[in-house]
Nanobody, 128 residues
Framework: QVRLVESGGGLVQPGGSLRLSCTGS????????MGWFRQTPGKERDFVAG????????AYADAVKGRFTITRDNAKNMVFLQMDTLRPDDTAVYYC?????????????????????WGQGTQVTVSS
């Protein structure tokens, strides 16, 4: 089976940091666009960060720019989201996603419906 599995979520105080991991299995994701999305109850799933290792670079949602960093280790088939200066409104279920894009040089897509593979999500709660 082809899978993405997130880990690293938990409870953290405002201003704290957390590092999420996403591990792929069943195939190599070394050439895929990898994205992080988040969702709260009753809300749409929103783009957080993305990376295209072929040539599209990285992209961030305005709400997390300067605080979150997406990185990847293709040798380990993993992608990470380093989250710093966390705020209560960062509380959400965080999902990793992957797609092998039609245009490998494009910037990472911000659209949920353009990603093919999804993890099950990991809960991040920012609260004192």
């Amino acid at each position: 089976q082809v899978r993405l599995v997130e880990s690293g979520g938990g409870l953290v105080q405002p201003g704290g940091s957390l590092r999420l991991s996403c591990t792929g299995s069943g195939r190599s994701f070394s050439t895929s666009v990898m994205g992080w999305f988040r969702q709260t109850p009753g809300k749409e799933r929103d783009f957080v960060a993305g990376n295209n290792p072929i040539g599209g670079g990285t992209a961030y949602a305005d709400a997390v720019k300067g605080r979150f960093t997406i990185t990847r280790d293709n040798a380990k088939n993993m992608v990470f989201l380093q989250m710093d200066t966390l705020r209560p409104d960062d509380t959400a279920v965080y999902y990793c996603a992957a797609v092998f894009p039609r245009n490998p040089l494009a910037a990472p897509s911000r659209r949920v419906d353009e990603y093919t593979y999804w993890g099950q999500g990991t809960q991040v709660t920012v609260s004192s």
